[in-house]
């Protein structure tokens, strides 16, 4: 196993599905961030054969993981605080997600609504269906 | 404060209770009278519609309430790009309720979120008309007596056509609702609607194409206009506007007590000739709209009539 070195003060996101790593990335705003992160990309994994993980070096609280469970509530998210794990988080599926994804129903108000706010809602858990607030068109996910 | 989105912002019980007023506004028209003596609705039609805004206006006229409004969006400041929470924020201080009609979806859902009076959604692009769906009820139960225990046929456009989605949502509260859709393969009911709300609550449904075929086993046929304007192609249009043109001989198959209904307007799907048919109940359910009106705006106001 590829090995990148301990962090201080961060999170360890494991279990991420082969091949995800970079779009979370983007839905995390990690670019914006001025903090060290590692991705490992295809990483050997009992469970899921390959897995992609991300490695963040930042204070606990700067980051919204809110997020990640609407894109994959399979991650394991590691809080590491002084050196070691102090939590491995479970992720569930967030009632609403705000500005994540836009609707891309062109009927929508969202597109052009100034500054409206682009607000998903959690209408079925079992099925792991959202909804626009405003038309109730579904959000795709992408399949890889 | 109360908006109405959806139909199904009401509960089975409270919708009972609308439904009741509506009946007693018919029965008693002149209790209602004054009702609404001093207040005003707003009717916010971004996009053309005669029948729902002539309907609402009217139920604020019966009321004793006066009415203010536009009706088309170059007739108002969104031509100059005012936002719809920045017009409802003006409507707000001019008038006590408002009915908003839009050609985006979600856009009175927008415009409740800012608003300081209640809004009315009076249909957003293809997405939600709660106030048709609440006429649609009215006549059901004025006519049928009831609401549940009835075989439904839903017939033309069931792709696009809000009105239906609506119903079918509203109708599924209900026991022993039976829907049978008759549209061409295009035009079928969204996967959303049987997966969501029928599949999901294992409520019995068919899918046929010949309206002849199911006709003898309607207590209501509910017929739909294939509406040009939800088209982004005029060929597919042209092509199954008439698909579906009911007429004497498909109503002589039908069972002497069912009704027909539409939403109106019409185009050529209803056959002027069955107008005179007893069972056609299009043009009281018009009416019916004028009565649930009334008593929704009455409901919203929060007024009480003794």
Known sequence: MLNIGVLHEGFVLDHIEAGRSMEIYKYLNLDKFDCCVAIIKNARSNKMGKKDIIKIECPIDQIDLNVLGFIDHNITVNIIKDDAVVEKKMLSLPREVKNIVRCKNPRCITSIEQELDHIFVLTDEAREIYRCKYCEEKYRRKKK | MRHLMSPLDFSVEE?????????????HPEKYAHACDGKKLATLFYEPSTRTRLSFEAAMLNLGGSVLGFSSAASSSASKGESVSDTIRMISCYADICAMRHHKE????????????????????????????????????????????LTIGLCGDLKFGRTVHSLVKALARYENVTFVFISPEELRVPSYI??????????????????????????????????????FNEEDYIRLKDFYILDNKKMS???????????????????????????AAYFRQVQYGVYVRMALILTLLEVKVC
């Open chain 2, 106 to 149: 979600g856009a009175p859902m927008v415009a409740s979120a800012v608003s300081s009076i209640p809004v009315i959604n009076a249909g957003d692009g293809g997405h939600q008309h709660p106030t048709q769906t609440l006429t649609d009820l009215l006549t059901i139960r004025s006519l049928k007596g009831r609401l549940g225990n």
């Open chain 2, 194 to 231: 049987k997966e969501d709300v029928l599949d999901a609550q294992n409520l019995p449904y068919r899918e046929v194409e010949r309206l002849e075929d199911v006709m003898a086993d309607l207590d209501i046929l509910y017929m739909t206009r294939v509406q040009q304007e939800r088209f």
């Open chain 2, 15 to 27: 919708l009972d209770q609308l439904l009741d007023l509506a009946g007693d506004i018919e029965r």
């Open chain 2, 253 to 279: 198959l039908a069972k002497d007590d069912m009704i027909v209904m539409h939403p109106l307007p019409r185009v050529n799907e209803i056959s002027v000739e069955v107008d005179k048919d007893p069972r």
